[in-house]
């Protein structure tokens, strides 16, 4: 040991396997992965040093964790993408400097970046800013982080004229030291960590995909910015993958498929986000519809039918007006209320006002049986300046909850189960709405099912199995179940300890019984109750979050709700609300996306198509089609003068799953010449044999044709 070296002082570096190491003071975690291994060290995007995330090249400041986070490590990915972000901008400065930058975070499988720029980016200037993200990797720049007072940074990309940055480091100052990094010539406000160096991002493993309009902090009051959206990926092999699926995804894009297979349409007239369903898609939903309510039926639940709309009292009772109007279509005010309001010359803001008040005696009864001030002061008025009107119904539980208490019930009677393809109308902002899977109408496959505490844990199972079914039917195989459970410190639960512990066994219970991955969420239940929700993996493995299984404490309060137990006293029903595939427009557009349109024989919208080679088969094939008809089947004949290979083309490409091929030989011997639409041809057969063959397919729901 030199006496020089005998001079620093020294600090003890922990790794994560516990052993300790010394180092001068000043070693940076990059120089610690140097002395494990310099194959760890070139991995290296950052490190954690006593749990916070810092660049490889910041000197430890004293004794301390240090765990490297290499390319292998989970949070390698985030920190690629966003020194990707940082390239991508770094490269739109080079080549258009008149862009602005804004703010550049990663996403799900991949980054953005704002820019405000007079028009938007041209697929060439894409193709042209990859290159030069390529040229800016080859420098191999280093990447450098700097802290500075949050005026220093301001005045540098005042300097800069980077107007949204410099607005970014007033901010942020504000509140915390902030920081900047540099890589060249280019600098940006971040936060970071980042690669060491641009030559540790790989060129090929990123793509920039598409350009959109942005909002400026995504408030559409301020200046529309233009966002590039890209992917990357730690390599080549994982891009390719990525961008395969994304093709994948296309193909089946419930949009498309809809529209090519006349599925259902939206209408500008009729309004964004309102379905109308075709008679195809219309097929597709009954016959849905119909095996959902069999199961039902099985199940002992009861159909009801309940009316669109329902009095604002209803829903200031259940507690969805006026606190969730945000997501809501406006009260609809009764016309004598409307008159009384223009004669009297009400203001608009005060027609409202009169509109979302709460009379004295529904609010005294509602904070009286909660026990708490479900309704404050500020919301109750007179009974004179109440004005009335109703509601389209964003939910179905209030009317379900009215046709419950229609009657008396007793012990005896419960469980009570009520189900209904209820449908409910949502505010969705415009750039929220996406085909039918974000909609602003749409029709639930609810139902409501009262009981009492001890039947909970047998309900949730029942709702669970009939999950399971139709789940298997369907060839859904990958799915999982959250379990929400309550915040264990928080108090804003309704109901009590004893009775949320028991309905939380019972979730976990049923979530079990499933047979599949389930998580417990703690703090993702409502107030009023734990919940299990459904996310399906498709087939190119993306996730879709489905409906839900509610257990609900507040609404029989809210109602007042009773059944007259053993002991003869009055007592609480606890309720449950169940829509486990959340409406039929998402369920439909997901079964479309699954499905790549080639539904099940029993969903199909055309079961069978009868292609006649020529004009003297055209007579057979209809006689064909009415005893396929009335024997139950969807059946149509293409009795066009096309050559049979162009016809059997078509019928493949609309998904049908059976072509029947008529010439003189199957003419004569009371056959047909089957094809599916994925098989191919499979001979020729007796009439009646294809029949049979076809019905025994279409009711067992079966997923296969032959
Ligand atoms: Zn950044
Ligand atoms: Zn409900």
């Given at each position: 040991m030199t006496c020089l070296e005998r001079l620093l002082p020294e600090i003890q570096v922990t790794l994560p396997d516990g052993t300790r190491r010394s180092f001068s003071a000043g070693t940076t975690p990059l120089q610690v992965g140097e002395s494990i291994s310099p194959r760890l060290a070139a991995a290296c995007f950052a490190a954690k040093v006593d749990g916070r995330m810092v660049d490889v090249y910041v000197p430890l400041a004293g004794d301390a964790k240090v765990e490297l986070v290499t390319d292998r490590s989970p949070e390698a990915i985030d920190i690629y993408r966003h020194s990707c972000a940082h390239l991508m901008a770094n490269a739109v400065k080079e080549l258009f400097p008149e862009a602005k930058i804004a703010i550049g975070p990663t996403i799900e499988d991949g980054f953005y970046y704002d820019f405000d720029r007079a028009v938007p980016f041209a697929a060439e200037e894409l193709e042209t800013i990859e290159k030069r993200m390529a040229e800016i990797i080859a420098r191999d720049t280093p990447i450098r982080r700097e802290e500075m007072p949050w005026e220093e940074a301001k005045a540098l990309f005042d300097g800069e004229h980077e107007p949204y940055k410099s607005e970014l480091a007033f901010e942020r100052g504000q509140h915390e030291p902030v920081s900047i990094y540099r890589q060249g010539a280019f600098n940006d406000f971040c936060r970071g960590p980042h690669l060491?160096?641009?030559?540790?991002i790989k060129a090929g493993t990123f793509k920039l995909l598409s350009v959109a309009g942005a909002y400026w902090k995504g408030d559409e009051h301020n200046k529309m910015l233009q966002r590039i959206y890209a992917t990357a990926f730690l390599s080549k092999k994982d891009l390719e993958e990525h961008l395969r699926r994304l093709e994948e995804a296309k193909l089946r894009d419930h949009r498309k498929l809809g529209r090519e297979l006349k599925l259902f349409h939206i209408d500008e007239d009729v309004g964004p986000g309102l379905i109308l369903w075709t008679p195809a898609g219309s097929i597709v939903r009954q016959e849905l519809q119909t095996f959902i309510s069999d199961e039902l039926r099985k199940q002992g639940y009861f159909q009801v039918f309940t009316p669109h709309i329902g009095k604002l009292t209803l829903y200031k009772t259940s507690g969805h007006f006026p606190y969730y109007k945000d997501s809501q279509f406006p009260a609809i005010v009764a016309p004598e209320s409307l008159a009384e309001a223009l004669a009297s010359d009400c203001s608009c803001a005060e027609l409202m006002h009169r509109v979302e008040g709460v009379s004295a005696r529904l609010a005294n009864s509602l904070n009286d049986r909660a026990g708490r001030e479900v309704i404050g002061p500020d919301q109750v008025l007179p009974d004179e300046k109440l004005l009335d009107g109703f509601l389209l119904k964003p939910m179905n539980c209030p009317h379900h909850i009215k046709v419950f208490d229609s009657q008396p019930h007793s012990y005896r009677d419960l469980p009570v189960r009520l189900a209904e393809f209820g449908t409910v109308y949502r505010w969705e902002q415009s750039g929220e709405l996406?085909?039918?899977?974000?909609?602003r109408g749409f029709t639930q496959d609810d139902a409501h099912l009262f009981c009492t505490e001890d039947q909970v844990g047998a309900e949730v199972r029942g709702c669970l199995s009939l999950v399971k079914t139709i789940f298997g039917t369907l060839g859904l195989a990958d799915y999982r179940v959250r379990v929400g459970l309550r915040d264990p410190d928080s108090k804003k639960y309704t109901g009590t300890a004893d009775n949320w512990d028991k309905a939380e066994d019972a979730c976990r219970d049923a979530a079990r019984t499933l047979g599949v991955p389930f998580t417990e969420e703690p703090g993702e239940a409502a107030f009023y109750g734990p919940k299990i929700d459904f996310i399906i993996k498709d087939v190119i493995g993306r996730e879709w979050q489905l409906g839900t299984v509610q257990v609900d404490y507040n609404l029989p309060i809210r109602f007042d709700l009773t059944y007259t137990g053993a002991d003869n006293a009055p007592h609480r029903p606890v309720m449950i609300h169940r829509a486990p595939f959340g409406s039929m427009e998402r369920f439909v557009g997901i079964l479309i996306e699954h499905f790549k349109g080639a539904f099940p024989l029993w969903l199909a919208p055309e079961q069978i198509r009868l292609l006649p080679i020529?004009?003297?088969?055209v007579a057979y094939c209809q006689t064909v089609a009415r005893d396929l008809s009335d024997a139950g089947l969807r059946v149509t004949v293409d009795?066009?003068?096309?050559?049979t290979g162009y016809k059997i083309r078509e019928a493949q490409l609309q998904k049908v799953p059976y072509m029947l091929v008529v010439g003189d030989r199957e003419q004569e011997g009371s056959c047909v010449s089957m094809r599916t639409r994925t098989g191919g041809d499979k001979g020729v057969l007796p009439l009646e044999t294809f029949k049979m063959l076809a019905l025994e397919r279409a009711g067992a729901r079966s997923l296969e044709l032959d």
């Open positions: 060491p160096s641009t030559g540790k996406n085909g039918m899977t974000r909609v020529a004009d003297r088969h009795a066009r003068t096309e050559k």
